[in-house]
């Protein structure tokens, strides 16, 4: 109750339970930590924003193998094909401003959490200018000016994920947005490679360039899970992290570079430690994909430790999640212990029914259960009639909005370290 009460005190009178986070505050990598302004150790304490800003299938969908594989691109052709250009254009849109609000900031604050992680796509970032070169989307910019002000007015860090890179880092439709039907990631193989790599390099300096006086932005994660296919020479990540940091430091020299492992961010040993001593590595785990951390121990911890060891930066557990609540408590009892800073994904998604808690579940209106199916392309399912999509989307907009979400406080203890 008392967390409801200073929320709603500080929403009423704008009064904060901290001072804003300030110009000396930007956060730095110190000998295998964290540090803030002062010199202090921060332990990130974060949630991955999903899905605000990507229509990740499973996140917004029901549970199926379609809702996994289909990429965010095509549940938004879906239902462009399905209402109409302008009315899919305005729902997304009004889903951005429905998603997350100030309130959301003032209220993970609250809780204890210093930081959120924001995944990002390139489509809504960039436009081809008229020279044949990028710039900056000032409409999808828009809400990530939004997130870096209120996490400035809340003290919560934000860290950029460029979580779907030109052509695709890896070969996951749902993560990557790589076409389902056509899974490459172009990032690095394929005629289109080198314009991708340069449009990512581009992008980076742009968005470093809009930011680089931010103190609330946490820093630079450069790549969501970069996975290189067979046959591409793994040093290839490396140079072109190095090509992004060089571009980046162009604009920016203060803010944290966050890098990630090859293999969906688990293998480092194709990176050299770069010269800049300003990085920090993400690691990523989830026990459905890797037996080792079925039990989370030190000893699935170890070749994270030792990467910290060798190379005197701080880590961060960017990913973990979707597994039972007892799972997630010995995750993060484990980060703590380790100091390791983690990041639960996601914050946000629909009910799944498969005994994996989150902090907010979207409890959706079945109008858009019955549209879902078809965006996400579940075999069998068949075209719904335009005025069922309408009476759907509308009744969505209400069931994302956090205040509708049903609220597991038990979790975000957990998740915060208490």
């Not at 930007?26 to 332990?43: E, Y």
Request: with cysteine.
């Amino acid at each position: 109750m008392w967390r409801l009460i200073a929320l709603a005190g500080s929403l009423l009178w704008g009064v904060q339970s901290a001072p804003a986070i300030g110009p000396d505050d930007a956060l730095h990598a110190g000998d295998g930590v964290v540090l803030d302004g002062a010199g202090k150790t921060v332990l990130l304490r974060c949630v991955n924003l999903a899905a605000w800003l990507i229509p990740e299938g499973y996140l917004v969908a029901q549970g199926s193998l379609a809702a996994l594989t289909t990429s965010p691109s095509q549940i938004k052709q879906r239902l462009e094909a399905l209402v109409g250009s302008d009315k899919a254009r305005a729902f997304w849109s009004e889903w951005t401003n429905a998603f997350a609000r100030e309130s959301d900031f003032a209220a993970l604050e609250q809780q204890g959490f210093n930081c959120v992680r924001l995944p990002l796509t390139y489509r809504t970032l960039a436009r081809h200018d008229a020279q044949g070169g990028i710039a900056l989307n000032e409409a999808g910019m828009a809400p990530v000016d939004n997130a870096l002000a209120w996490g400035a007015a809340h003290r919560l860090y934000v860290f950029l994920d460029l979580h779907d890179a030109p052509g695709g880092q890896s070969a996951v439709a749902s993560v990557a947005d790589v076409p389902s039907r056509d899974r490459v990631a172009r990032l690095w193989r394929g005629p289109t490679t080198a314009a991708n790599q340069q449009t990512t390099v581009a992008l980076w300096r742009l968005i470093a360039a809009r930011y680089a006086r931010s103190s609330a932005l946490g820093g630079y994660d450069l790549l969501n899970e970069p996975d290189l296919p067979h046959g591409v020479p793994p040093e290839e990540l490396d140079r072109l992290y190095a090509r992004i940091i060089a571009a980046i430091r162009t604009v920016d020299r203060s803010h944290l570079i966050v890098l990630e492992g090859d293999h969906y961010a688990h293998d480092f040993s194709a990176l050299r430690a770069p010269a800049d001593g300003n990085v920090l590595y993400e690691f990523h785990e989830y026990s459905l994909f890797n037996p080792a951390w079925r039990a989370p121990t030190r000893e699935s911890l170890e070749p994270f430790l030792q990467l910290r060891a060798t190379t005197h930066r701080p880590l961060w557990l960017g990913e973990f999640g979707e597994q039972s609540a007892q799972w997630q408590r010995e995750i993060v009892q484990l980060m703590k212990m380790n100091g390791i800073g983690w990041a639960v994904w996601p914050w946000k998604r629909i009910e799944l029914g498969n005994g994996h808690p989150v902090m907010r579940t979207i409890e959706a209106p079945p109008q858009w259960r019955q549209i879902a199916g078809y965006l996400v392309g579940r075999w069998f399912t068949s075209k719904p009639a335009p005025a069922l999509a309408a009476q759907a989307m509308a009744q969505m907009l209400e069931a994302v909005q956090t205040k509708n979400c049903r609220e597991d406080l038990a979790l975000e203890k957990t998740l915060v370290g208490e």
